[in-house]
Structures are given as structure tokens and as C-alpha cells.
């Protein structure tokens, strides 16, 4: 299968601080990479679908001013955590398609705000 | 609102035993179905896909699609304590632009 890679694999931060988030394909090209939140022993939650060269589409409820993503190329896309807070922590994954329905997940990024 | 249901379990077998999966899906236009498996602290991982109706094998796996009862299962055969993990049912369509749906997930024992 595709190999998604997701950068850093955990972090530890201050209240307040921005956290950035890298995800690449690493043997595809990917129009669409999509970022999910998991809290402990719950399920999946999409927060934001990101096409290459434009906007990301955010979920109902999701804050776009605080949750910023980057997607400028087709192999890569961030997401920064901007002013980050406790409740800010969780496990952040991000997941790549390929071809028209496909995707890959990446290994996930552990978030934990002091 | 498009919604896939599985049941939560825990679906407990026995090692070497069949487990069955099943999850229901509301979208009729549903085209791609996906099964995830993913370990406590880890991300998903891809383990099988189906568009059409039937059965589709890999290995130990089996996927098997009723579109007209809008169902879509995994059989595991010979389950191993390896195969202990959450189970995600996923599904998209052209007319949610392929932006997949997920269900809650099945945890699955599988004890020695």
C-alpha cells in the first residue's frame, strides 16, 4: 500500500504555544489529504479535508482560525495547533488519498499540551 | 446525514475461530467500502476494499458486500491474538466527493 509519513510522532508543548504538524505521501501524489482528531478510546473525527492549491474545508465546529492547514503540494500538508491548550491534546492523524477514493493513513501525531 | 453503524463490542473469540464483523451503512449511493484495522495508540491501517456486491478475499480476510441490504462485513479466519484490534468500516460515494464515512469501530479479542 501507499506510505504516508506524518511528522513529528509526538510533542510536548507549553499553553499558548503553536504546534505544527507535517504530513507527506511519500510514493504518491495526493490532491486530497484529510485531518482527523482521536480522543482516548473514541472514534475517528474528521476536522478538515485539504486540496492542494486551495482552501481547506473544515468540519461544523472545527475553528479554521485555530486549526491551520497548509497544503501546497501534492505530497505535503500541515496543520499548525495555533495558541494551544490543554484540551488542545490529543492524537492528531492525518490520511492522504489516492486515486479517486482511497486512503492511506499516516502513524499519527501524540499532542500534549501543559 | 450519511451514517455507518457498527456494533461497539467487544467481539471476543477464541484463537483459530471465524470473526465476524458487520457494519450498516444509510447512504443507498454508497460505492466504496473500506475495513481498518487499528491498534490501541496507533493510526489506521488499510486492510481490505470493495465496490462490488459478493465476496472479496485476501488471505485470512474476507469482505463481503449486500448493497441491497446495505451491509457490508469481514470475516477473519484462523483469528490470531495478533488480529486484536478496533475494526473501522468506512464508506464514500461520488456525491459526498469520496470523503469517506466512518463508523465507531468493533473491538476484537481474540483469545489464546
Known amino acids: 500500500g501507499a506510505v504516508v509519513s506524518q511528522h513529528p510522532s509526538r510533542v510536548i508543548c507549553k499553553s499558548g504555544t503553536s504546534v505544527k504538524i507535517e504530513c507527506r505521501s511519500l510514493?504518491?501524489?495526493?490532491?486530497?489529504m484529510f485531518w482527523y482528531r482521536q480522543f482516548p478510546k473514541q472514534s475517528l473525527m474528521l476536522m478538515a479535508t485539504?486540496?492542494?492549491?486551495?482552501?481547506?474545508?473544515?468540519e461544523q465546529g472545527v475553528e479554521k482560525d485555530k486549526f491551520l492547514i497548509n497544503h501546497a503540494s501534492l505530497t505535503l500538508s500541515t496543520l499548525t495547533v495555533t495558541s494551544a491548550h490543554p484540551e488542545d491534546s490529543s492524537f492528531y492523524i492525518c490520511?492522504?488519498?489516492?486515486?479517486?477514493?482511497?486512503?492511506?493513513f499516516g502513524p499519527g501525531t501524540r499532542l500534549t499540551v501543559l | 446525514q450519511k451514517e455507518v453503524e457498527q456494533n461497539s463490542g467487544p467481539l471476543s473469540v477464541p484463537e483459530g475461530a471465524i470473526a465476524s464483523l458487520n457494519c450498516t451503512y444509510s447512504d443507498r449511493g454508497s460505492q466504496s467500502f473500506f475495513w481498518y484495522r487499528q491498534y490501541s495508540g496507533k493510526s489506521p491501517e488499510l486492510i481490505m476494499f470493495?465496490?462490488?456486491?459478493g465476496d472479496k478475499e485476501d488471505g485470512r480476510f474476507t469482505a463481503q458486500l449486500n448493497k441491497a441490504s446495505q451491509y457490508v462485513s469481514l470475516l477473519i479466519r484462523d483469528s490470531q491474538p495478533s488480529d486484536s484490534a478496533t475494526y473501522l468500516c468506512a464508506v464514500s460515494s461520488s456525491g459526498g466527493s469520496y470523503i469517506p464515512t466512518f463508523g465507531r469501530g468493533t473491538s476484537l479479542i481474540v483469545h489464546p
Open positions: 510514493d504518491f501524489q495526493a490532491t486530497t
Open positions: 485539504s486540496n492542494e492549491g486551495s482552501k481547506a474545508t473544515y
Open positions: 490520511s492522504a488519498r489516492e486515486g479517486p477514493d482511497t486512503q492511506y
Open positions: 470493495i465496490y462490488s456486491n
